[in-house]
């Protein structure tokens, strides 16, 4: 049983216990303190990726060696993210990427540059629109199944990792992920780079790494002239604090794109059925 539906079990007790055991202005009291909780839970269940909350998300990886792991969504971007691919290339680091598959299907070229180099492609839905974590049941694996055909379409490979935009899940994320054969990959350094400067981001990163840390930076939404350069600085510094650099799948243990042994037996229908049922003007209805 997930959290959400602990929490909600237990409060539901809760609230019936006020119910038969109050009377008067103490039981609407006590039942909106019940409610006021309920909301409360259910919004940081939202919003706050490593609760767990409604379905299981890798944050951290394994903590016992001093490496971490970067990470980079929202592209491919064809100013960025050729100039980033420089940048690791030349501190020889392998990345993980969760570009949006609406941009994979623009920029093919860059995923399969991303692929070659040997960096991990991953899920961040087809479109990442702010009403991505309000979609419910097949329009969730819809949209999800659609940017997963995007990405195979080009490298021939299904990911095995999901990250949801801006990190916010809802009830049915856990069983529309299961379906689709998807883990959930979240973070535990978020330095908001598409909104500080280098210098704070650098220093936010620094603060917070630890063993295991999964670092999330943007190849897409900020200056090109300054980007190579922070992540070069960035990368200099983390060496020098004595961290390496792993993959995803080393630090998670978990294979990052899916095997006929590993996936799901009704994936590829649900796949296939989601692209099909999409179209190419896929709706949020």
Known sequence: MSRFYTATFLLVLAGLGIGFGLEGPFRWFGLGLVLSAYIVIFFLGVSKLKLNFFVKAICRGEPSAKRVTLTFDDGPDPVMTPMLLDVLKRHDIEAGFFPIGRKAEEHPELIRQIDQEGHILGNHTFRHVWWTNF??????????????????DIVGKVPAYFRPPMGLT??????????LGLSVIGWDVRPYDTVFSSEKVANRVLNKIRNGSIILLHDAGKDPKN?????????????ERRFTFSGLSELTG??????????????SATISRAWHESGPGCGWG
């Open 135 to 152: 979609m419910v049941g097949s329009v969730l694996r819809r949209e999800v199944g659609r940017a997963q055909k995007a990405i195979e």
């Open 227 to 239: 980007f190579p350069a922070l992540v070069d600085d960035l990368v200099t510094k983390i060496k």
């Open 170 to 179: 809802n009830p049915h994320h856990k069983s529309g992920l299961r379906k």
């Open 254 to 267: 978990i294979g990052p794109y899916q095997t006929k042994s590993t996936m799901p037996a009704e994936k």
